[in-house]
């Protein structure tokens, strides 16, 4: 069975920074991107930042230059850098995992809370 765990939320001021992490435990068989999804109240959720296997990187314009994506293949582990936090970053942050084949796996989320 597979597991996301995703670690590192929490709150802090604008300006600021945090680090996400997200573990896949489980079997994958070949997997393809990973990445890194928000949602906001009210919102749909909508893409921050993947990165396949190959290392291309896709990010979205309102995140570009200050947050960084990485992923370690060895560990089945990606990672998000974010940094100049701004109060719109506000949202539930969720890991994503899609194998070449098969369904995508989707963690629990993570609050991330920049105050103002």
């Known amino acids: 069975q597979v597991q996301l765990v995703e670690s590192g939320g929490g709150l802090v001021q604008a300006g600021g920074s945090l680090s996400l992490s997200c573990a896949a435990s489980?079997?994958?068989?070949?997997?393809?991107?990973m990445g890194w999804y928000r949602q906001a109240p009210g919102k749909q959720r909508e893409l921050v930042a993947r990165i396949g296997s190959g290392g291309n990187i896709i990010y979205a314009d309102s995140v570009k230059g200050r947050f960084t994506i990485s992923r370690d293949n060895a560990k089945n582990t990606v990672y998000l850098q974010m940094n100049s936090l701004k109060p719109e970053d506000t949202a539930v942050y969720y890991c994503?995992?899609?194998?070449?084949?098969?369904?995508?796996?989707w963690g629990k989320g993570t609050l991330v809370t920049v105050s103002s």
């Open positions: 994503n995992v899609a194998p070449l084949i098969g369904k995508d796996y």
């Open positions: 489980g079997t994958i068989f070949s997997i393809n991107t």
